[in-house]
């Protein structure tokens, strides 16, 4: 299995469409990622795979009181490798800690 991954596939319009409701604080529902998109929800779930092992998106989930699972790109700061314009990582400085977490003073 090779550790490079398929930038390409994140830059389709489709799938940047999905993206951005992950990027989203609140992040997206299976339900929601359905009816923004029009999609089936076995063909949300293979997109949130596919974003995961293909393009290697940080994408969480979480278990929501009201909303159920909610999807979510975990990592404050992550851009695509695409964007990076010459960082080493995937994370801008000013972002490096988790989202939500306090600086130390």
Known sequence: MSS???????KQPAVMAIVK???????????EIQE?????????RSV??????????PITRERHPERGNVYRICVAGWMPPWERRGQKRGFTKQHAQRPGAQAAV
Request: net charge positive; no cysteine; hydrophobic share 30%.
């Open 36 to 44: 923004a998109r029009g999609y089936a929800p076995h063909s949300v």
């Open 4 to 10: 490079t991954h398929d930038y390409d596939y994140a």
């Open 48 to 57: 949130l795979s596919n974003l995961r092992r293909r393009a290697g998106y």
């Open 21 to 31: 409701l992950l990027a989203r604080k609140r992040g997206a529902t299976i339900t």
